[in-house]
């Protein structure tokens, strides 16, 4: 039996995480923490870590992951440059699920985009859009970003090609930018769409999810995949065998 010490367990994804959780027979939260607990307290525990705090979290915990040698799936999104750097330090020593989305169907979007946007030339136009509700701090979305960096990757596009938002008299669209949109409202759980367009064709890839529950799925399934692995950062991709 898989044991689990959550952190960020009051919040939708804690709370999505524990219901799956009992779903499952080889997996068990052990320990299920949120901000103000110390996972010091229960660390020793457990056999691999789950993140979906806030970002001010993230390095501090995996920084005792590495002192306890303990697995860790990361979840949290919108953070820093110095923090990333400290998270990436630390997977030099622990294997760490990185991902700003645990669905499996999302996880096949990209896969779906990668393929795209190497076959369709820079005659098709990239536009992303994602949707989510009216709590989300961060813009755009983990999985957003993800979606474009597979872009820019494909094409060669710089960051000062990205365009967040259009307002005022903007000129014509260049051929080498990714026109980024993101929306906010009411309780949607997540909606992403690419969009390739074409002066007489339009490609678009659609992911919704309407229930949390599809990326506690996949989070507990990254838990299982990490523990024993060596020290590297992985994707969904690897945990779902895309790569």
């Given at each position: 039996m898989l044991k689990i010490l959550l952190s960020g367990a009051k919040g939708r994804m804690g709370q999505a995480i524990i219901a799956a959780s009992a779903n499952e027979k080889d997996c068990e939260i052990i320990s299920a923490i949120d901000l103000g607990d110390d996972p010091q307290d229960h660390i020793k525990n457990c056999d691999v870590v789950i993140d979906f705090s806030f970002r001010d979290v993230t390095a501090s915990l995996a920084k005792l992951c590495v002192e306890h040698n303990?697995?860790?799936?990361?979840?949290?999104?919108?953070?820093?440059?110095?923090?990333?750097?400290?998270?990436?330090?630390?997977?030099?020593?622990?294997?760490?699920?990185?991902?700003?989305?645990?669905?499996?169907?999302?996880?096949?979007?990209?896969?779906?985009?990668?393929?795209?946007?190497?076959?369709?030339?820079?005659?098709?136009?990239?536009?992303?859009?994602?949707?989510?509700?009216?709590?989300?701090?961060?813009?755009?979305?983990?999985?957003?970003?993800?979606?474009?960096?597979?872009?820019?990757?494909?094409?060669?596009?710089?960051?000062?090609?990205?365009?967040?938002?259009?307002?005022?008299?903007?000129?014509?669209?260049?051929?080498?930018?990714?026109?980024?949109?993101?929306?906010?409202?009411?309780?949607?759980?997540?909606?992403?769409?690419?969009?390739?367009?074409?002066?007489?064709?339009?490609?678009?890839?659609?992911?919704?999810?309407?229930d949390r529950q599809i990326f506690a799925c996949g989070a507990l399934r990254a838990a299982k995949f990490v523990v024993g692995k060596t020290p590297a950062v992985y994707g969904m991709e690897d945990v779902l065998g895309l790569k």
């Open positions: 303990k697995g860790l799936v990361i979840g949290t999104t919108g953070h820093s440059s110095s923090q990333r750097e400290e998270i990436l330090n630390c997977a030099k020593k622990i294997p760490i699920v990185w991902a700003g989305n645990y669905s499996v169907g999302v996880n096949l979007l990209n896969y779906l985009t990668k393929i795209a946007s190497k076959i369709l030339d820079n005659e098709y136009d990239i536009e992303i859009t994602e949707m989510h509700h009216k709590h989300k701090k961060d813009a755009p979305s983990g999985t957003a970003e993800k979606l474009i960096k597979i872009c820019q990757e494909s094409r060669n596009i710089p960051d000062e090609n990205l365009k967040f938002g259009r307002f005022g008299i903007t000129g014509e669209r260049s051929q080498n930018e990714i026109g980024v949109h993101s929306l906010r409202g009411g309780s949607v759980v997540g909606d992403h769409t690419v969009i390739f367009a074409s002066d007489g064709e339009r490609l678009e890839l659609t992911h919704k999810a309407s």
